[in-house]
């Protein structure tokens, strides 16, 4: 998704070069026709506008009605912009003549991914490139000041990870990107985003993300907390069903993480507040029984006054090789729940001593 909203920016920026810099009668009669074939091209994908503006006094080129679908399928849009302004470096083009996008903001946009039942996502990329399509992420950033993403949704379909279709949707979308520029080989930026996460079962959860990062040629460094409240888990059952030996039918829960990425190498703290879970060991797997009674007597150690089972748990390594580990008040209970065994152990060797 970074890659294609990455390769989406460079190409808007020729783009917005082509609506400024050319003239009034050439872009009435050529320019929408030219912008979208061109951007079509260079993306390997079905892209079209309703109608696009001008303002060289505030330096910007707007887009209306913005619709970006696979080829083989024209009619099937995965992204949808009712409006999408490019800021311009106005210097840059008076001294340069050079198009340079600072910043972009989308209000109303609608993404939708599918993933199929083969693994493949409806997000697919055929075309020739252009000038820049190969850029990495500092050298677009460099010039890029701001994006916001105001409003939109997101929704994601999984049929590959079960025979039922995994949906995904989330609403009121919302990022704010802001960049120091280029200095000195690095750039440093800030990011937040929040979105909504509707409910079958129960009143919307809420997900969000504050980051800061510094942006080298080769790396990115970065800071991040990860924040989640009250998210229905019935997105995620699938997941958990096939990766794991436990069966999760539904439930609640919070979440709170630190993400720390530093020259490549990953450290994630993580705590997870289940508030309703329904959830049983798979009869199938092996030694069952046996995992099944030692889920039962860590239990009582991870709830807390409330009801709650609080869980945390680690990530660490390089990007290449991140292994996970438990956290502390796991640790406890796992420690607690052994000496409990081992009191019921010693009792029983009394009783037949005596």
Do not use: W
């Amino acid at each position: 998704m970074l890659k294609f909203m990455l390769k989406f920016f460079v190409i808007c920026s020729l783009i917005a070069a082509l609506f400024i810099g050319g003239a009034a009668l050439y872009m009435k009669l050529y320019g929408k026709a030219l912008a979208q074939s061109v951007l079509s091209d260079m993306l390997g994908l079905e892209v079209k506008y309703g109608g696009a503006a001008v303002d060289i006094d505030k330096g910007s080129v707007s887009f209306t009605g913005v619709t970006i679908a696979d080829r083989a399928s024209p009619g099937n849009y995965f992204l949808k912009i009712e409006k999408l302004i490019l800021g311009i470096d106005k210097d840059r083009l008076i001294k340069e003549r050079a198009v340079v996008v600072k910043s972009a903001r989308l209000e109303g946009a609608a993404l939708n991914l599918e993933r199929s039942k083969d693994g493949s996502f409806n997000i697919r990329f055929s075309g020739r490139g252009g000038p820049g399509s190969r850029k990495s992420a500092y050298d677009i950033l460099s010039g890029l000041k701001e994006i916001s993403i105001i409003n939109s949704r997101v929704r994601f379909s999984d049929s590959f990870i079960a025979r039922r279709p995994a949906v995904a949707i989330f609403d009121g979308f919302n990022l704010q990107f802001r960049s120091s520029g280029a200095g000195h080989d690095v750039i440093r930026a800030t990011c937040s985003a929040g979105a909504l996460v509707p409910s079958a079962s129960y009143a919307s959860g809420a997900l969000s993300i504050r980051t800061g990062m510094a942006i080298y040629r080769d790396r990115v460094n970065l800071d991040a907390q990860l924040d989640a409240q009250f998210v229905d888990l019935a997105f995620l059952c699938p997941y958990i069903n096939r990766y794991t030996p436990f069966i999760f039918r539904g439930g609640l829960f919070s979440s709170a993480s630190d993400l720390r990425i530093y020259n490549n190498r990953l450290d994630s703290p993580t705590t997870v507040v289940f508030h309703a879970i329904d959830m049983n060991v798979k009869p199938y797997t092996q030694n069952s029984q046996f995992l099944e009674a030692n889920v039962g007597k860590l239990v009582p150690y991870l709830e807390s006054r409330g009801g709650e089972i609080i869980f945390d748990f680690y990530l660490t390594g390089t990007l290449g090789n991140i292994t996970a580990g438990v956290g502390p008040r796991v640790r406890n209970a796992i420690g607690m729940a052994t000496m409990e065994e081992m009191s019921k152990i010693f009792q029983q060797l009394q009783r037949l001593r005596y």
